[in-house]
């Protein structure tokens, strides 16, 4: 098997179809071949067979039709005693002994050949009887009536005659006889090759079926094997260009089938090692760049504070007001690097993360009550349906999911207003719920809002400051874990966002 794979990885997908199709077809058409010499086989016996039962039963007939004409003949010429009648018995007695032939010519049955022997050796004893028969004229009387010796010189004719006659009827009677066995045997040799003609297709259908039974397997076979080999190359593909669409360019692609299936595997390779490099370039710059921002950053922020606080001189209330300004500016920036430089390192290598059994239930506890201080500032009443869920995953990714969940919910929540989290099992899948009673998101936004950076309408227009990263960073998380993360419609009577996260509990 190791050396039919390698091969075929020798030749291109179109000469491995061809060959795959040549392999196919080979045990059909040798079905088909087969077939047709067992119908053919079939044919030549059927003919011949429906030609000895034609000429059995032509003959048979022809054999009782000669033998009654012969008696007739026979009979005539015993009454008329004439030449004419003569050669007419003799004609048909060599007609008979021709149909007695041509039966012997018809079968092998020894039986049956003994029989129509026997009946020839009657016939002819019957001819040979007739032929040497002698007839004696009647002897002549004086008249002495006309009306009387009339009717004695008839009655002394006929009677010899009928004496011959009955003599020839027991003969007859014989003959008969020994016709109609002869045609029970020949009928039965009919029966015998009509039945052995149904054998024969039998036997035939039954070779045709078998045959049938081994080639059509064996076509499957090969159509599976070459095109197993060809769908194995495909699903290395396509499982190498899922992992590169999810960020994974760390294996290295493999390709194993046709040469020409395994250079584009080589060619997914390739860009695997450039992605990988334009990857590593843009962490890396993020990181240098992000280094060189906080550094300045810190800078500015520690004496934007120091004005604030008036540690170098009183302010006036515009200086302070300015102060502040940079304060609060500072701090946002500073969040928003500190959010890109979560973003790079979760968008970095999502398949190289460390992974552990988490209990969701207390893992969302948990945040929920870190979160106390925040709902009670805006009056948000929080409701939870907790039911316990472990799972495989990243403990640290995991809480940052609920984590930015929990917080886009309570900023963009009204004062007031009030927020919904359920965490359950659905099948082989944790599910996380979190719904709040703020401004919502427009349908046409909803597939956009796991986008780095964006931010919707509602939010814009309620003026609530974001940086456009949290839930890039949930949407990364969840897809590092096999999830998925979407926003749904809001509940009946309700407009606010509705946040629904799916992981599955076993990362195989």
């Known amino acids: 098997m190791v050396i039919l794979f390698n091969l075929l990885r020798r030749i291109s997908l179109r000469k491995l179809i061809l060959v795959g199709f040549a392999m196919a077809i080979l045990p059909l058409v040798l079905a088909l071949m087969f077939a047709v010499t067992a119908v053919k086989e079939l044919a030549v016996s059927s003919q011949k067979t429906a030609y000895r039962v034609a000429q059995i039963s032509q003959k048979k007939e022809l054999l009782r039709e000669k033998l009654t004409d012969f ?70 009387v004086e008249k002495v009536n006309v009306r009387r010796s009339a009717s004695s010189t008839r009655e002394q004719r006929d009677s010899p005659r009928k004496e011959r006659v009955e003599a020839t009827d027991e003969m007859f009677s014989t003959l008969n006889h020994r016709a109609r066995e002869l045609a029970r045997a020949f009928s039965g040799i009919v029966d015998s090759e009509v039945d052995n003609l149904e054998h024969r297709s039998d036997v035939v259908q039954r070779r045709m079926l078998q045959e049938s039974s081994v080639l059509l397997p064996i076509s499957a076979v090969l159509i ?16 190498a260009i899922r992992k590169l669409g999810a960020g994974d360019f760390i294996q290295p692609v493999q390709v194993t089938g046709p040469k020409d299936l395994e250079y584009l595997g080589e060619r997914l390779d390739w ?78 290598r999502p398949g190289a993360m460390l992974r552990e059994t988490v209990n969701m239930a207390r893992l969302v506890s948990e945040l929920i009550e870190d979160y106390q201080i925040r709902l009670r500032t805006k009056s948000i009443g929080l409701i939870e349906h907790l039911r316990p869920v472990e799972l495989d995953g990243n403990p640290d990714q995991l809480r ?92 009946p009577n309700k407009t606010g966002a509705r946040i629904r996260v799916q992981i599955p509990l076993r990362l195989d």
């Open 71 to 140: 008696e007739r003949k026979v009979k005539r010429y015993l009454v008329l005693e004439d030449e004419e009648s003569r050669l007419a018995f003799e004609t048909v007695h060599r007609d008979l002994s021709e149909v007695i032939g041509n039966l012997l010519s018809l079968t092998e049955e020894p039986a049956l050949i003994a029989g129509l022997r026997q009946f020839a050796l009657e016939e002819d004893g019957v001819y040979q009887h007739v032929s040497n028969m002698s007839f004696e004229p009647v002897a002549k």
């Open 400 to 491: 940052t999911v609920v984590d930015n969940l929990l917080s886009n919910a309570v900023k963009y929540s009204p004062i007031g207003g009030e927020i919904r989290v359920s965490l359950r099992q659905n099948g082989g899948h944790m599910e996380l719920e979190v719904e709040d009673d703020g401004p919502g998101i427009e349908a046409d936004e909803r597939k956009h809002v796991f986008e780095p950076f964006f931010q919707g309408k509602a939010a814009r227009k309620e003026g609530v400051a974001g940086s456009g990263m949290g839930l890039a960073i949930v949407g990364e998380c969840v897809s590092g874990h096999h999830g998925k993360v979407e926003a749904l419609e809001p509940r």
């Open 224 to 239: 599976s094997f070459v095109t197993f080999f060809i769908i194995r190359s495909v699903r290395q593909m396509d499982h």
């Open 271 to 348: 860009l695997r090692s450039r992605l990988r490099a334009l990857e590593e370039g843009k962490q890396q710059f993020i990181r240098h760049v992000s280094h060189e921002i906080k550094t300045p950053l810190a800078t500015i922020h520690e004496g934007t504070e120091l004005l604030a606080d008036e540690v170098v001189g009183e302010l006036n209330t515009e200086q302070r007001e300015i102060a502040q300004i940079v304060v609060s500016n500072t701090q946002k920036l500073d969040t928003l690097i500190a959010e890109l430089i979560n973003y790079s390192q979760v968008n970095a």
